[in-house]
């Protein structure tokens, strides 16, 4: 099951100008639909807003997309919405048609939260194009059901992520070293790639977001070099402060890892997973992680 409208208008027909395909100047959110609602809508299109702003793109939901999203999750109950943004249509070259300046500057809420650096706010917004909006509904994958009742592994890729804090946090399309990490097989033991950066610093995996436990603390890599800030991870973060744990958003190179008493990811499809092992280094399950899931309707 896969449908998708552009612009509004049921169709996968996208101009071959568009700035997106040529260039990748783009960005998207995939939502997960749970009893006929987005989960966590509201904070979605936060994020792809303040993803829009430091891209340079004049952006923000309509009614319009918001109703049709609306139906979309009515319509398909249990399933993933793609929300994909691009510049819009331009010409050949680099540079958009128009530059004008935008005064305001977005700031994340986890970096508010934790006071996490996050480089790369701009005050520029390149271009004045007519932004295309995608939206796409697509099936759960079903083994994701299995991953949280029963964890998984992961093995190290070799493919190391560029550090790039301008473009560090954002969910754009620029995807080329995720598709060289998911080009490679994997080991019969693994459901899932740990990714470093250039300099060994651990920044997530090849589709969410890593937490790492300890006796006293919960740290979380920062996104401000490589990586995606993921919208679960928020929330992630926000409920366990509620609990009373203390969390921090900081580097961590892959040298620590085996001091680490638990680990889990987060994405906004599959909520919450436990890691049972990366490489040769085991871990036990938290028994806080399943009451997370409880608490923020993440069981699938």
């Given at each position: 099951?896969?449908?998708?409208?552009?612009?509004?208008?049921?169709?996968?027909?996208?101009?071959?100008?568009?700035?997106?395909?040529?260039?990748?100047?783009?960005?998207?959110?995939?939502?997960?639909?749970?009893?006929?609602?987005?989960?966590?809508?509201?904070?979605?299109?936060?994020?792809?807003?303040?993803?829009?702003y430091r891209l340079g793109f004049d952006w923000h939901p309509s009614n319009k997309l918001q109703q049709q999203l609306s139906r979309l999750a009515e319509a398909n109950p249990n399933?993933?919405?793609?929300?994909?943004?691009?510049?819009?249509?331009?010409?050949?070259?680099?540079?958009?048609?128009?530059?004008?300046?935008?005064?305001?500057?977005?700031?994340?809420?986890?970096?508010?939260?934790?006071?996490?650096?996050?480089?790369?706010?701009?005050?520029?917004?390149?271009?004045?194009?007519?932004?295309?909006?995608?939206?796409?509904?697509?099936?759960?994958?079903?083994?994701?059901?299995?991953?949280?009742?029963?964890?998984?592994?992961?093995?190290?890729?070799?493919?190391?992520?560029?550090?790039?804090?301008?473009?560090?946090?954002?969910?754009?399309?620029?995807?080329?070293?995720?598709?060289?990490?998911?080009?490679?097989?994997?080991?019969?033991?693994?459901?899932?790639?740990?990714?470093?950066?250039?300099?060994?610093?651990?920044?997530?995996?090849?589709?969410?977001?890593?937490?790492?436990?300890?006796?006293?603390?919960?740290?979380?890599?920062?996104?401000?070099?490589?990586?995606?800030?993921?919208?679960?991870?928020?929330?992630?973060?926000?409920?366990?402060?509620?609990?009373?744990?203390?969390?921090?958003?900081?580097?961590?190179?892959?040298?620590?890892?085996?001091?680490?008493?638990?680990?889990?990811?987060?994405?906004?499809?599959?909520?919450?997973?436990?890691?049972?092992?990366?490489?040769?280094?085991?871990?036990?399950?938290?028994?806080?992680?399943?009451?997370?899931?409880?608490?923020?309707?993440?069981?699938?």
């Amino acid at each position: 099951m896969t449908q998708v409208w552009v612009d509004g208008h049921p169709g996968n027909n996208v101009n071959p100008l568009d700035r997106g395909l040529a260039y990748g100047d783009a960005l998207f959110a995939t939502m997960r639909v749970h009893q006929g609602k987005i989960q966590f809508l509201k904070s979605h299109l936060e994020r792809l807003t303040q993803g829009a702003y430091r891209l340079g793109f004049d952006w923000h939901p309509s009614n319009k997309l918001q109703q049709q999203l609306s139906r979309l999750a009515e319509a398909n109950p249990n399933s993933c919405i793609k929300i994909l943004l691009t510049r819009g249509v331009g010409g050949r070259g680099y540079a958009a048609s128009v530059v004008r300046h935008n005064p305001a500057i977005i700031t994340q809420s986890d970096i508010a939260l934790q006071s996490e650096a996050m480089p790369g706010l701009h005050s520029q917004a390149a271009g004045s194009l007519d932004v295309t909006e995608i939206v796409s509904v697509h099936n759960l994958p079903t083994h994701y059901q299995n991953w949280q009742q029963q964890g998984v592994c992961l093995a190290v890729s070799d493919v190391r992520l560029g550090r790039q804090p301008k473009l560090a946090g954002i969910k754009h399309c620029n995807r080329l070293e995720q598709v060289l990490i998911k080009s490679v097989d994997l080991a019969q033991y693994a459901q899932d790639w740990l990714v470093l950066d250039s300099d060994d610093y651990i920044v997530e995996s090849s589709m969410a977001n890593i937490f790492f436990a300890f006796d006293k603390k919960i740290i979380t890599p920062r996104q401000s070099f490589a990586g995606v800030a993921g919208m679960m991870r928020e929330q992630v973060i926000h409920q366990l402060l509620q609990m009373g744990y203390k969390v921090e958003v900081t580097d961590f190179h892959y040298s620590m890892l085996n001091t680490a008493k638990h680990v889990f990811m987060t994405n906004s499809l599959f909520g919450l997973i436990d890691v049972l092992a990366i490489e040769n280094m085991r871990f036990s399950k938290a028994s806080w992680t399943s009451k997370i899931r409880e608490q923020l309707s993440l069981t699938l």
